[in-house]
């Protein structure tokens, strides 16, 4: 009888072990995701990004338009000199 108390006993002890050791890897495991979705970007985070990025799309357009009229401006002054390359050229 007591060898049966004694096993059974071991047994129950080897069980509560294990399901404590698994307790614990669920435990830390918990703690880890916790902490992974802590520093994870919340809401108003990711809406304030899409404003930043609605602005600075606003902005590039205005900045495109501006090189659009330094080029235009560039290739006028390119046939201006052209002609009077040309001009001195033809003097000569």
Do not use: C
Request: charged fraction near 30%; aromatic fraction near 6%.
């Amino acid at each position: 009888m007591y060898t049966w108390f004694a096993t059974r006993r071991s047994n129950v002890d080897a069980r509560f072990k294990a399901g404590s050791d698994r307790m614990n890897a669920l435990e830390s495991r918990i703690q880890s995701t916790e902490q992974t979705l802590s520093t994870m970007p919340e809401k108003d985070d990711i809406h304030s990004l899409q404003l930043l990025l609605s602005d600075m799309g606003g902005e590039l357009k205005a900045m495109r338009a501006s090189m659009r009229g330094i080029a235009e401006s560039q290739t006028r002054l390119e046939h201006i000199s052209s002609r009077h390359e040309d001009y001195l050229r033809e003097k000569t």
